[in-house]
C-alpha cells in the first residue's frame, strides 16, 4: 500500500488563522491530561481558537493493531461523524494521526461512501508539531528549559507519517535548552500497545536498551511526541529510580514541567 | 524433516535476551548492517525510491510467475540441464536423494540456502547415508555445533571467537586460536578438502532471469562458486517466487539484493547459471537440476492479502533494523526464517495458530518496511496476520486465537461509542487503582491481565479527571453568565 | 518439453492467480523486442566512447577497487604486464603446497604476454587450458578433465583474462568457454586478470544492454555460466571481522593493458 500524501495542504503564513478541533488521544485524555492542556496552551498562546467535541474517545488504533478490524471500523465511523464537520484536527500523538489518516481510509477499502468521508478527514488531521512547523510555519514559541535534552522518534510519527524534523526544530528554539541526539533514537521504545504486556520480557529489554541510550546522552529530559511511547520509557525510568524527566513536547513548549 | 517451533517464541527469546554474547552481537550486527543499508540506499543514484520500483517489478513477477517458470524451465531444458517441480518439501527431499543415488554420491557440499534449511535436506540427506556439508563458513560452524541458524545472512551471529576456538579444537583438532583470520584459514582448508572430494554440490538460487533462462546465485566467500564448479553434478533449490522476468529488472533487483543484505555495492560473487558444462568445456558440472519448490507458496499466492510476502528477495535487510529480532535473535522464531520476514512467512507456511506468537510478537514499529528493498509492507502483513487470529479463518484453517480478549474488544466498542458510560468505567478503574502499590505517585503491581507491564515498568495511573472532562466544566463555567 | 510435475504445479500456480496464461503486463509486454530509450543512450555511450572517457573509467575503477582490495595495475604493454607477473610469482609463497605451479587461461591476450620465458628463468612451470574436443570419446574427455583439475588444484596462481570489467563496482565479468574454465580464476590462491582498456565499461546497466542487443555481446550471450568478481573472496562470519580468502583467492590483481 503506498502512502496517502496530504491532500489538502494549508499554506504558510495564513491570513485567517484556521479554527482548530482538538483530537486527544485517550491515553492523554484518560492518564495524562496535562499534555493536552500544554497543548492548549501553545495554541492558544498563537492566536488560535480552539474546539473539542466532547463526545470523542479513541481512535481504534488498539485494536485495530491487534488485528480487530471490525472493532476499529466502528471506532472510525464515529470518529468521522464528530469530526467531520471540522475545519482542522489537530492530535498530540503522531499513532493517531497515522490511523486516521492512513488506516481509516483502508479500512473502508470496500465502502466507497465511508471511505470517501474517511478520505476528507484524513486530509485534515496533523499532529502537534507538524501543524505547528508545517501548517503554522511556527518553529519557536518563546519556550525556556534548563539543561540538555534529547529526543525520541516514535514508530508511527516518524515511519507512519514522516514526522522527523519538526520536532526537532522546535526543540532547537528552546532557550537554553541544549540538544543532543541520542543512539538509535529511532528504535522502538518496546511500547506497542498490548505487545508491551503480552510480551513483557522483550518489551522490557527494548524499553531498557531506550533508557539506556538516553542514560548515555547525558539528558536531563526525554522529549516525545507520542503519549504511549512517553508512558512506557516513563515507567522504566520510574522503576529505575533514575531522575531523568519524560516529557511530551507540548509540556516543554509550555513549560509545564518541574 | 525439518525441525519447526514457533510455538517456543517467547521462552527461546527470553533466553536470547538473558545471553550477553548474543546481545552484543546482534547490537553490533544493528549498527553496522542496518544503518549501512540505509546509507546504500541513500547513495543510490535512483535514490531510496527505487525500492518502489522494485516493489512494482516484484509485483510484475508474481503476476506471471506462471508464464515466466514455463519459460525458465524451457531455456534452462535447452540448455542441458534438468527442471523439477516441486509441490513439497518431501518431494524436493526425495528428489535430490534420487539424484544422488543414481549417481552414486557419498557427499554433498552445500553453498548457503535458506530453502534447503526450509526442506529439511541435511536431516534427510543423512538419514539416507549422504554427508551434507555446509560450507558457508558461519553454516560450517553451526554445523559442527550441531546448532540452527540465528540469521538469514550471518547464521553464527550468536557465537564469539571465543565459541568457535572451542569449537574448532574440538571437531576439527587444530591447535586453539581465537584469531578470526586463523580460524577462517582453517576452515579453508578443512572445506577444500571436501570442495574437492564432493560428487555433488548444492545451492539456494538469489533471483532468477525468464528472459535470459539464468540462476543467479550471490556470495562473498566464494563457497557457492566452488560448490557449484568442482562437483559431478549441481543441484539448485529455488523458492518459485524467485524469479523476474527481464534483465533489466534483475539489475535493479540485484543491486538492491547487495545493499539490502550487506551494504555493499556488489557482492563479491555473483553467477549466472543456466545448464551444465557444454562440449569442449573443461569444467564445471556434468548434470545441472534445478528444482523449483511450492511448499505453501502457491496458498499464499491465491491470498491477496499475503502474495505480497512473496516479494521477499531474502536479503535479511528487515532482520538488521528490526528492534524486536535485534533483541531475541533468530532461534526464537522456531524455524528457517526469522525476524521479520519470518514473521509473516513462517506462520503461512506452517501454521497461523501454532504461530500466532510470531504474529503477535512485534510492535508495528515500521522499520523493516523502510529497510526492505523491495518495499513489502511488513507491518500491514502481520496486521493481516492478527485480524486471522482475532476473528479466525476457514481458507486458512485459523481459529480466534483468544475468545476472551474477542470479548474484550467487543465490550470495548461499546465501551468507546458511548462517552458518558466510558467516563464511568474509566472512574470506576480510577477508584479500583487505589487497591495497587505504588512507588511515589506511580502504580508499581497491576493484576493480570496487565501485570506484563509492571513486571519491569512503573504504571502512570488514571488521572483524577479527564482532560475531556475538565474541558466541559470549564466551558460550563464560562458559559455561566 | 513439459513434465506432469511442471503441468500440476503451473495448474495450481494459474489457478492462484486466477489466470491464463499470458505474457502481457497491464497492457505492455512483459517481455522488450527492441532496446528501450535508455538502452539506447547507453549503447550510444558505449560507441562514442573516447580516450579519455576510457581513461576516466579507468580512474573509477581504481577507486571503487580500493575498498574491495581489488589490486588494479595499469601497464603500457603486454610485455610489462609479463614482467609484473613474473615479479609477483616471485615474491608469492605457495599456500597449499612447496611448489610453484602457474595455469593460465587459453585466450589471445594471454597467450600474446608470453609469460612462459620469465617464468622459465623462475623455474615455475606453466600450465595451459586448452579447449577440448567436444567430439572425444568419454574416456579422453574424462582423462583431459582430471588432468586439468589437478594442475588447477597445484597452481597457485591462476591467470585469466575477462569478457568486461564494471568501472562503478570493480567488477570483472568472465563468460565460460572452451578452453577457458572457470576454476582457474577459483581455486587457486591468487587470481591475476589481464585485461585492454577498451574492457572497461561504466556499470551493470551497460553490462545488460550490451548484452542484450550489442550483436557482438549477444550472440553468445550470457552463456551458460557467467561470473561477477568483485576483489578478493571475503567472510565476516566471525565476529563481524573482515577476512579475506574465505573459499575463493586471498589475493585477486588485475593488469589493465592501456597501449600507451
Ligand atoms: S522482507 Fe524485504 S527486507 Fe526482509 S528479507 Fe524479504 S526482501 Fe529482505
Known amino acids: 500500500m503506498h502512502r496517502l500524501p496530504i491532500m489538502e495542504f494549508f499554506p504558510k503564513a495564513m491570513d485567517k488563522k484556521p479554527k482548530v478541533t482538538l483530537f486527544i488521544q485517550c491515553l492523554v485524555d484518560a492518564v495524562w491530561p496535562q499534555v493536552a492542556e500544554a497543548m492548549v496552551r501553545v495554541l492558544q498562546k498563537l492566536g488560535l481558537s480552539l474546539e473539542c467535541p466532547t463526545d470523542q474517545t479513541c481512535c481504534g488504533q488498539p485494536a485495530y493493531n491487534s488485528g480487530y478490524r471490525r472493532e476499529a471500523c466502528i471506532a472510525a465511523k464515529r470518529f468521522i461523524e464528530i469530526f467531520e464537520g471540522s475545519e482542522i484536527i489537530v492530535s498530540p500523538s503522531g499513532s493517531c494521526v497515522h490511523m486516521v489518516r492512513h488506516h481509516y481510509p483502508e479500512l473502508f477499502c470496500d465502502n466507497p461512501a465511508w471511505r470517501q468521508r474517511a478520505q476528507r478527514i484524513a486530509a485534515r488531521i496533523y499532529e502537534f508539531t507538524e501543524f505547528l512547523v508545517d501548517v503554522l510555519g511556527v518553529e519557536d514559541v518563546g519556550a525556556h528549559f534548563n539543561g540538555r535534552i534529547t529526543y525520541h522518534d516514535s514508530c508511527q510519527l516518524l515511519r507512519g507519517i514522516g514526522v522527523k524534523d519538526q520536532p526537532r526544530r522546535l526543540l532547537r528554539h528552546v532557550a537554553g535548552a541544549e540538544f543532543v541526539e541520542m543512539k538509535n533514537s529511532d528504535y522502538c521504545c518496546g511500547f506497542g500497545g498490548s505487545f508491551a504486556v503480552k510480551y513483557p520480557d522483550i518489551s522490557a529489554a527494548m524499553v531498557n536498551d531506550k533508557v539506556d541510550h538516553i542514560i548515555h546522552s547525558g539528558a536531563r529530559a526525554v522529549i516525545g511526541c507520542d503519549t504511549g511511547c512517553l508512558l512506557n520509557i516513563a515507567g522504566a525510568v520510574s522503576r529505575r529510580s533514575l531522575s531523568i524527566q519524560t516529557l511530551h513536547i507540548a509540556q516543554l513548549l509550555a513549560k509545564d514541567y518541574l | 524433516m525439518p525441525d519447526i517451533s514457533p510455538e517456543t517464541y517467547v521462552k527461546v527469546a527470553k533466553k536470547g535476551i538473558a545471553n550477553p554474547v548474543l546481545q552484543k552481537a546482534l547490537a553490533g550486527l544493528q549498527d553496522r548492517f542496518g544503518r549501512g543499508t540505509a546509507e546504500a540506499y541513500r547513495r543510490l543514484p535512483e535514490g531510496p525510491e527505487l525500492r518502489f520500483k522494485a516493489h512494482d517489478i516484484r509485483e510484475k513477477a508474481i503476476a506471471h510467475l506462471d508464464a515466466l517458470l514455463e519459460i525458465l524451465a524451457a531455456k534452462i531444458r535447452a540448455n542441458g540441464g534438468v527442471v523439477y517441480f516441486a509441490q513439497t518439501a518431501k518431494e524436493a527431499v526425495n528428489y535430490c536423494i534420487t539424484v544422488a543415488r543414481q549417481n552414486n554420491v557419498h557427499r554433498v557440499v552445500k553453498g548457503k540456502s535458506m530453502v534447503t534449511e526450509e526442506i529439511g535436506l541435511n536431516p534427510a540427506l543423512q538419514a539416507a547415508g549422504i554427508e551434507p556439508v555446509e560450507t558457508d563458513l558461519g553454516e560450517y560452524i553451526i554445523q559442527l555445533a550441531g546448532e540452527k541458524p540465528s540469521h538469514i545472512i550471518a547464521p553464527a551471529v550468536h557465537k564469539n571467537r571465543h565459541d568457535i576456538a572451542d569449537l574448532f579444537v574440538k571437531k576439527t583438532g587444530i591447535r586453539r586460536t581465537t584469531d578470526p583470520s586463523e580460524l577462517t584459514q582453517a576452515a579453508r582448508k578443512a572445506l577444500r578438502e571436501k570442495f574437492l572430494s564432493a560428487d555433488m554440490g548444492t545451492s539456494g538460487v538469489n533471483i532468477a532471469c525468464a528472459e535470459t533462462g539464468h540462476i543467479t546465485t550471490v556470495s562473498n566467500e566464494g563457497n557457492i562458486r566452488m560448490a557449484t564448479t568442482l562437483p559431478r553434478i549441481h543441484i539448485a533449490f529455488m523458492g518459485m517466487e524467485r524469479i523476474v522476468a527481464r534483465l533489466d529488472e534483475y539489475e535493479i533487483l540485484l543491486r538492491l539484493l547487495c545493499r539490502g543484505a550487506a551494504a555493499q555495492t556488489m557482492a563479491t560473487y555473483v553467477s549466472y547459471i543456466s545448464g551444465p558444462r557444454r562440449p569442449g568445456e573443461s569444467d564445471g558440472p556434468d548434470e545441472f537440476h534445478l528444482v523449483i519448490l511450492d511448499n505453501g507458496r502457491s496458498r499464499i499466492l491465491a491470498d491477496p492479502q499475503f502474495k505480497e510476502i512473496l516479494y521477499c528477495i531474502r536479503c535479511a535487510a528487515c532482520l538488521n533494523v528490526c528492534p524486536v529480532y535485534g533483541k531475541i535473535g533468530g532461534h526464537a522464531y522456531g524455524f528457517a526464517y526469522s525476524g521479520p520476514v519470518g514473521a509473516v512467512v513462517t506462520p503461512l507456511l506452517t501454521g497461523i495458530n501454532r504461530a500466532k506468537d510470531l504474529c503477535l510478537g512485534e510492535t508495528l514499529c515500521g522499520a523493516c518496511m523502510d529497510a526492505c528493498p523491495v518495499a513489502i509492507d511488513l507491518p500491514r502483513l502481520l496486521l493481516a496476520l492478527r485480524e486471522k487470529l482475532a476473528y479466525g479463518d476457514e481458507n486458512w484453517q485459523v481459529k ?34 487505589k487497591l495497587f502499590p505504588r512507588s511515589g505517585t506511580m502504580i508499581r503491581r497491576l493484576p493480570p491481565p496487565l501485570a506484563g507491564w509492571t513486571q519491569s515498568r512503573n504504571f502512570q495511573p488514571l488521572a483524577k479527571e479527564t482532560f475531556i472532562e475538565g474541558w466541559r466544566n470549564k466551558k460550563a463555567i464560562s458559559n455561566t453568565p | ?183 582457474v580464476a577459483l581455486v587457486p590462491s591468487i587470481h591475476i586478470a589481464v585485461i585492454t582498456l577498451d574492457q572497461i565499461i561504466s556499470d551493470m546497466k551497460e553490462l545488460f544492454a550490451l548484452l542484450r542487443w550489442d550483436d557482438r555481446f549477444r550472440s553468445e550471450g550470457l552463456s551458460n555460466y557467467m561470473a561477477f568478481i568483485s576483489g578478493p573472496s571475503k567472510t565476516a562470519d566471525i565476529e563481524a571481522t573482515m577476512v579475506h580468502g574465505a573459499h575463493g583467492p586471498r589475493e585477486v590483481y588485475l593488469y589493465v593493458v592501456s597501449g600507451k
Open chain 2, 400 to 433: 480466534p486465537a483468544s475468545r476472551m480478549e474477542g470479548l474484550a474488544y467487543k465490550a470495548w466498542s461499546y465501551l468507546i461509542g458511548h462517552r458518558y458510560i466510558y467516563e464511568r468505567f474509566l472512574k470506576m478503574a480510577g477508584v479500583g487503582q
Open chain 3, 1 to 183: 518439453m513439459s513434465t506432469p510435475d511442471q503441468e500440476y504445479f503451473l495448474r495450481r500456480i494459474r489457478r492462484a492467480l486466477n489466470s491464463k496464461p499470458d505474457f502481457s503486463h497491464h497492457g505492455s509486454p512483459l517481455f522488450a523486442h527492441a532496446p528501450s530509450p535508455e538502452e539506447l543512450q547507453i549503447l550510444d555511450n558505449h560507441r562514442r566512447r573516447t580516450a579519455a572517457d576510457r581513461n576516466a573509467l579507468l580512474s573509477q575503477l581504481m577507486e571503487a577497487a580500493l575498498p574491495i582490495h581489488l589490486c588494479v595495475i595499469p601497464v603500457p604493454d603486454l610485455i610489462a604486464a609479463a614482467t609484473a607477473i613474473a615479479t609477483l610469482a616471485e615474491a608469492k609463497k605457495p599456500e597449499w603446497s612447496a611448489v610453484k605451479n602457474i595455469i593460465v587461461w587459453r585466450h589471445p591476450l594471454i597467450d600474446l604476454m608470453e609469460l612462459k620465458a620469465p617464468l622459465n628463468r623462475l623455474k615455475i612451470p606453466l600450465h595451459r587450458t586448452e579447449p577440448m574436443d567436444p567430439a572425444a570419446d568419454p574416456t579422453q574427455d574424462r582423462i583431459e578433465r582430471e588432468h586439468l583439475r589437478s594442475a588447477v588444484t597445484a597452481s597457485y596462481i591462476g591467470v585469466t583474462s575477462a569478457d568486461l570489467c564494471m568501472a562503478d563496482t570493480a567488477t570483472l565479468v568472465l563468460r565460460n568457454r572452451p578452453g577457458q574454465p572457470r576454476s
